[in-house]
């Protein structure tokens, strides 16, 4: 659980953390530590969440469902990128011209 322990800094940035889980994903990113590893490719991840996602792969498991036209996803961020096609949104806008995508 993501529970707060106060103040957690990190030594290496100088930069405090309320949540001490939140200090430990920076740290394993300033050591290279990644403790889950996938049983089928052995694929390793820095964080338990990546390592479901990327475990979606292997399963074929989709479950985030478009409810505008059903199409299915592995993980939220790619159901919200395609939900923008539905929308006709185009959230960025290029800085050098008027171009949006």
Known sequence: ANTPWGKNLCSQIDKAYFYKQD???LIRTHTGNKP????????TFSQYSKHIIHQ?????EKPYQCSQCGNAFSCTQNLIKHQITHTGEK????SQC???F
């Not at 889950?36 to 694929?43: E, G, L, R, T």
């Not at 959230?91 to 290029?94: A, I, K």
């Open 23 to 25: 200090l430990i994903k």
């Open 36 to 43: 889950y590893q996938c049983s089928k490719c052995d694929k």
């Open 56 to 60: 979606r792969i292997h399963t074929g």
């Open 91 to 94: 959230p960025y806008q290029y």
């Open 98 to 100: 008027d171009k949006a």
